[in-house]
């Protein structure tokens, strides 16, 4: 079974350290192939792009490459069989959004993790944004608050994948 992993960790060094040596290492240990937006486009390309002096070549490379990422990562969400989405940060990224309605919309069940205890919600009722955690549960998945609860909302989208 095929789980796209959403989220913003590949950002930042301390995210990257995570996702690769926790994140990732657990999700295949339950028995998945993790489908990795952060790895479907070569670091090449984006050094290349970074190299280039600041100025209009430079963001016109990178308009071009924005385009080529992006293309990359919905065809691994059309390729997916679930949805996986980091919920950190003050408020949830917006790429992850982006990825949680399209996989949404594509009738795929999506859990979200959210292991950052600051509040992210629009209200007491919610954990993150109202619209993203609609979406997220409405797939008939479920956002979990640590690593050991992951392996048990794993196995429910895949539950609901084998049903499909």
């Given at each position: 079974m095929k789980i796209y992993l959403a989220g913003p960790l590949g950002f930042s060094e301390?995210?990257?350290?995570?996702?690769?040596?926790?994140?990732?290492?657990?999700?295949?240990?339950?028995?998945?192939?993790?489908?990795?937006?952060?790895?479907?486009t070569p670091q090449?390309?984006?050094?290349?792009?970074?190299?280039?002096?600041?100025?209009?070549?430079?963001?016109?490379?990178?308009r071009k490459l924005n385009v080529k990422i992006a293309a990359r990562n919905r065809a691994a969400l059309?390729?997916?069989?679930?949805?996986?989405?980091?919920?950190?940060?003050?408020?949830?990224?917006?790429?992850?959004a982006a990825e949680i309605g399209y996989a949404f919309a594509k009738d795929k069940p999506i859990a979200g993790y959210r292991g950052d205890f600051r509040l992210s919600a629009d209200n007491e009722g919610a954990t993150v944004n109202l619209q993203v955690e609609y979406f997220i549960r409405q797939s008939g998945?479920?956002?979990v608050k640590s690593m050991?609860?992951?392996?048990?909302?794993?196995?429910?989208?895949?539950?609901?994948?084998r049903k499909r």
């Open positions: 301390a995210g990257r350290y995570f996702y690769n040596r926790e994140f990732i290492p657990q999700v295949q240990a339950l028995g998945f192939v993790v489908l990795d937006p952060w790895s479907l090449s390309e984006v050094d290349a792009v970074a190299k280039l002096p600041e100025g209009p070549a430079q963001r016109e490379t990178w059309d390729e997916c069989d679930a949805v996986v989405a980091i919920l950190d940060g003050v408020d949830v990224d917006s790429g992850t998945g479920d956002i050991a609860e992951l392996p048990k909302a794993l196995e429910k989208i895949a539950a609901l994948v």
